[in-house]
T-cell receptor, first 115, second 114 residues
Framework: AQSVTQPDIHITVSEGASLELRCNYSYGATPYLFWYVQSPGQGLQLLLKYFSGDTLVQGIKGFEAEFKRSQSSFNLRKPSVHWSDAAEYFCAVGPFYNQGGKLIFGQGTELSVKP | ETGVTQTPRHLVMGMTNKKSLKCEQHLGHNAMYWYKQSAKKPLELMFVYSLEERVENNSVPSRFSPECPNSSHLFLHLHTLQPEDSALYLC?????????????FGAGTRLSVL
């Protein structure tokens, strides 16, 4: 069955520290991969996506993610966290062959930032 | 501002009430989605509309009834809900219903069923 796992439900980092949020997926083939962020009281906003090509992708707000096929992972990173990055982060996957619009989301990782 | 507007932002209803959630997109998209977001659970896709035709219904109870009168508007009609239906309901839209087309989300309607 297709699934997305975000092992960390809640992470706290200090402002200025580096960040890595983990995402592992189970899928029959290489899927499309996404990271979304949800700030309190807001909807989801796309941070970045991977479809093909360079396995290191850059996104908005200084985030990047690396696709590792051998590990079925798509971890999100940021070298220096800002207080405004406190939010919930969702990893999502979808079928590579463009069938429908169905995304499968992970459970989410809540990020807290200490001053 | 994502171009997807949901109203109301908050809704409290009794189990015997009938209410509707509204979603409007100003992005010129032709696919629209309803998701349910419950605490500590992954987002659950409920319905997908493409060119005003329902193309997916993920085993959602009949007490939820979607309506898509045109490509810019999407409704979710609610009746005789249960307390476990309390959640954040998110609407999204995309250019087409293909996964590679980015989905843009509204801020959601926080629903509480008493």
């Amino acid at each position: 069955a297709q699934s997305v796992t975000q092992p960390d439900i809640h992470i706290t980092v200090s402002e200025g520290a580096s960040l890595e949020l983990r995402c592992n997926y189970s899928y029959g083939a290489t899927p499309y991969l996404f990271w979304y962020v949800q700030s309190p009281g807001q909807g989801l906003q796309l941070l970045l996506k991977y479809f093909s090509g360079d396995t290191l992708v850059q996104g908005i707000k200084g985030f990047e993610a690396e696709f590792k096929r051998s590990q079925s992972s798509f971890n999100l990173r940021k070298p220096s966290v800002h207080w405004s990055d406190a939010a919930e982060y969702f990893c999502a996957v979808g079928p590579f062959y463009n069938q429908g619009g169905k995304l499968i989301f992970g459970q989410g990782t809540e990020l807290s930032v200490k001053p | 501002e994502t171009g997807v507007t949901q109203t109301p932002r908050h809704l409290v209803m009794g189990m015997t009430n009938k209410k509707s959630l509204k979603c409007e997109q100003h992005l010129g998209h032709n696919a629209m989605y309803w998701y349910k977001q419950s605490a500590k659970k992954p987002l659950e896709l409920m319905f997908v509309y493409s060119l005003e035709e329902r193309v997916e219904n993920n085993s959602v109870p009949s007490r939820f009834s979607p309506e898509c009168p045109n490509s810019s508007h999407l409704f979710l009609h609610l009746h005789t809900l249960q307390p476990e239906d309390s959640a954040l309901y998110l609407c999204a839209s995309s250019q087409e219903k293909q996964v590679k087309n980015i989905q843009y989300f509204g801020a959601g309607t926080r629903l509480s069923v008493l």
